[in-house]
Each structure stands twice: as structure tokens, then as C-alpha cells.
């Protein structure tokens, strides 16, 4: 009887703030009792949640200007819920920091910084994620409420924690502990300086970057002109004397970069157009505007630049790929001979990628660049560098749909029978049509088409189908796999069009020579189009059905067997009337499956058979 109770209580409270005045006279004394006098932790659980349902009622009902019954009780309460978070029971202490969230908003103009310091320090030692989120949502709603004095001590609280993680026991919680005091834009301000300035002295640089770039997203969510200001005079500024700084330690590591790309971009995409100009001045000097020289972009757009050093053409890509396109207004072509050299002869993959990918946005940004481009690529045929290169300026014009796009989308389709360049042609499939979060978006101001990437499908479709029947069996891998890229970012309404072209190249390159690495990609390709297009896939499941049974039963590859039996799997969520009379085959087919010598084959197997199984029921 107790919750049918309590949500009486927390609709007659939320009639009107008189209603809920009274209710709080008349239930608050003997709540505070019941709360004192009960032992289990159930029952202080059951308690405190039905605390969080009048508080939560009483935020949207309450008037400011009479004095409310749980302002006299404030103290009692908040030892109750206190106490409550010394618990072991996970329920309990969440629902504790649910009241005290309550609690606070109902009584923002008493003193709570005792109460925030214990809440920071509590969420640098707790392990229960559901509890430190809660942590982290209290300590949020603290650093928002426009106190002073909570902001002073979130300001001394954040920089103890920041002094102290070169010898955390716990980063993660102490960076997560951070970005929840951050939420107060004064707070951020204070701090975010300081985590950027202790980046070069830490060894594992990778939780910072990605705190950092957690703080500028959500302070930029939604951007405001103070914020963004203080981003692109304060932060900036800091973070491009780290990154251009002799030794180059925060560039040193290649997983870090991906992160320190993004908050470049994150900030750089929100500029204006003035903006733009006072970050491309920054991150260049006057090289790039007025065509003048600098000591550090002439050593790092030199090819024989080595790493980390080199890797500060990252921070050129970010903004670059960021800045408004009006800011580009001066004659690229210096500069793209400058990063086309680096992206065909640097010795450091992530330096050329870089430098491929700052042409590339260039190109799409200005069209008139695509003409000095196409002048620099002399040999793509045989070298891969080039090749790469090559694919992000086709991405570039593929992206907004250039009517130039086609002789470098043939070239793409072309390698694919070369095999020096098959593979990478295959991975160039995805490379063009996946969304990259700091280049080539909308978010980054670049031209994008719509459905550019349709457009693409059906451009390369029967050309893909005509090579992959024309090419010798060693090279269909790579045609299936480019097929594969198609399916995967091409919306299914497309993709079903278009399956009597795709489902007989997949079938064919099942029943051909044995080729392992074509068998798994065709499998693995038939098994979306299972789960996504069932509705077009029953027109061939009688071929299907009879090529996964062989191949379940290939001796040669582990691999091979458990792809196949997991679209055997996968087939039977298909409309049953279409299987129920291939069920006693398949069953029978299964049956060898289950004694495989791999352990990993039979779960599949008896995965497979399992639903198979439950077809049998519904005869």
C-alpha cells in the first residue's frame, strides 16, 4: 500500500502551491519520523524515492513568494540523505542524490559548498558507475545555480584535482569529476586552461584529450558568444603553443590525434567569418594569407619533415577543414604542391593522411583548386601514395557532387583490377562514403551534396558488377568488399532496387574457386542484406539456403564455417511460410555442424539450429 499512498500524495501536491504547502505540513513530520524509526535499507529506500516524488512535484508547483515547510526541515533532510550515501545498497545511494538534487533546487539560497566539496570528493573514489553519474548530475546542478560560493570552491576543487593527475590513482574519475564541474561557463573558464596547460608533462595524454573535448562540445551545446569568445581568444591561443612547441609531445602519440583534430574543428566550425581569419592567422602567420614564408610551416610542409614535428599539419587540416569558405580566398596553389608533396613522399602514414585530407578540403571549398590538383598526379597508377591522395580529393568532389568527379571516381572503379592497388581501392569505397567528423561534413561548412551518396551507388553499381565478372578470381575480393561499403552506407530503400544486381554477384562468388577471403566478405554481406532486407531476400532463398549448408561444412577455414552458419541463423527470421519446407533439410544439413572440432563452430551451430528448431514448431 505504500506507493498507491504515495502517488496520492504527489497528485494532491501538485494541485496548486497551496495544496502542496499543506501536504508538505501534514506528511513532512511524519515521514522525517518514519525515516528515523525504520532499520532496513529497503524500506530508507522506499522512503527517500517517495522524498524524490513531492520534491519533484514540488519544483513545478511552488511559489517563491511564501515560505515553504521544507526550508524549516532542510537540515533533518539532508542528514537523512547524507546518511543515506554511507549505504552499500546501489538503489540507495542513487536515490539519495536524487533527493539531495531536489532538495537544492528547492532551497538554493542555503549554504550547500560544504555539502558540494563531499560530492566532489565522493565521485573521485566511487566505482558504481550508476552512482557516479548521479554524482556527476548533483555536482552539474551545483556549478549551475549561479552561486558564487559554489563556484569558488567547483574553481578550487577542479584545479586540486587537476594539480594532482600525474599521480591519480583514478584519471578517469578525477577528468569525469572535472567535466561535471565545468558545466558552469565561469567555472569552465578557470579551468579548462589549466587541464590544457598540464597536457605536455602527462605520459598518457589520451583521457585528457578526450575530457577536453567533452567540456568545449558541451559548452558549445548551444554555442553562445561569450563562450565561444573566451574559446577562440583564450583557448586557442594555448592550445596552438602546445602543439607547435619544440618537442611536440602532445603530437607524439598516433592515437591522440583523432581527438586533438576534433577539438580544433569544434571550435574553429562555430567561428564567423572574422573569426576564421584571426585562427588562420594563428595557426600560419602571414604565409598563407600574403604568400610569405615561415620558419615552422616551411620545415613541417617539407617531405623529409620527421615525426611528431610533421604532425602539426593536423592542427592545419582541423582548421582548414573548419573555417568559413569565403576565408579561402587566397590562391591555394602553393600551398596544395606543399601538401600534395607531403601526402606522396612523407615517411609518416598519419602526416600524409593529414596532408591528403587538407587538400582535399580545399578542393571542395574552392573549386577552382582542382585544376593545379589534377596537374601534381603523375604516376597514381603505381604509386600507392598517390593513389591515397587521390581518394580523398575524389571523396571531396564525390561530396558535392562536382561534375569533375567522374574521371576520378573511374579511376577508383579501374584500380580495382590492379593489383597494387586493389586493396586500398577497396578501402577507398568507404573512405568516400563515410561522414568524417572534422572534414568533409556540413558541420564544416564544406559543400555537401544531397544524396551525394546514392548518386555514388548508382554511379559505380553496374560498373562494379561489369569488373567483378571480367576480373580473374583473385582480384573479386576487392569488388565484393567496395559492394560491401555500397550496402552498409547506402539507405536500404536504394539498396532493395537494386539487390537482383547485387544477390547473383554474391552467389556467384560463393560457387566459384575457393578463395577464403572471398567467401567471408560475400557472407558477410549476404548476412546485412538478410537482417535488413528480408522482404527482397526470400526471392532467393532456395539457392541460398543450399551454398550456406555447403560452406558450414568447409574444412579449410574456421572462419568460412561460422559466417555461414550465422546467415543460416540470421535466414531464419525470414517469414516462415517461405522455410517451413526447407526445415527438415536444414536440420539434417546442421546436424554435422554440432560436431565440429572447433568449439567456436559448434555454438554457432547450435545457435543456428536453435532457431531453426523453433521454425519445426510452427508447421
Known sequence: MVWPGAKILQAAAAASPLANRLVFQSVLPLLLE?????????????????????FKVTIDNMDATQEHPVRSRQEELRAIFLAALNETPVELRQSALMALNGLFQLTTDS???SIAQRMATLSLAEEEPEVRRSLHILLSRFALSGSDQLRACFVEKGQTIIAGLGSSASVTYSLETVAALCCSPQVMKMLLVQLINILPSLSDRALVWKSVNSIVASALNPPDASTLGYLLESILPQLWSI???????VLEKESDLPMVSLLW???????GVDECQKVLRLVTGECLLSGGDSPLWSAVLDPRCPPPKSRVLVVLTAVLGAIEP???????????RSLLSVAFASDDPVTRESAAKCAASIVNKQASALKTVGELFDSVDSNVNQFAAWLWITKALVVGSSPECDRWISKVLSSLSNPLLASRAAEGFNLILETQPDALNKQCRCHVSLLYQQRFFLTTLQQL????????????????????????????SVVKRQLPTFVPMLLHSLTGSENDALWISSLRSLHDLVVETPDVVVNYVDSLLQTWLQLALYERSMKVRIAALQCLAAAATLPPITLLQHVPRVLRGLEPCLDDKKRLVRHEAVAARSEWCLLSTKK
Request: overall charge positive; proline content about 5%.
Open 34 to 54: 518514519q525515516c528515523l524509526s525504520n532499520r532496513t535499507a529497503n524500506q530508507r529506500r522506499t522512503l527517500v524515492e517517495i522524498f524524490v516524488g513531492l
Open 111 to 113: 549554504d550547500w559548498v
Open 243 to 249: 602543439c607547435s612547441s619544440e618537442p611536440f609531445t
Open 326 to 336: 569565403s576565408v579561402l580566398s587566397f590562391d591555394p596553389a602553393r600551398l596544395l
Open 465 to 492: 558488377k561489369a569488373g567483378f565478372e571480367q576480373s580473374p578470381t583473385e582480384l573479386k575480393t576487392y569488388y565484393l568488399r567496395a559492394v560491401s561499403s555500397l550496402l552498409y552506407h547506402v539507405p536500404k
Open 265 to 271: 574543428s569544434e571550435i574553429v566550425r562555430n567561428a
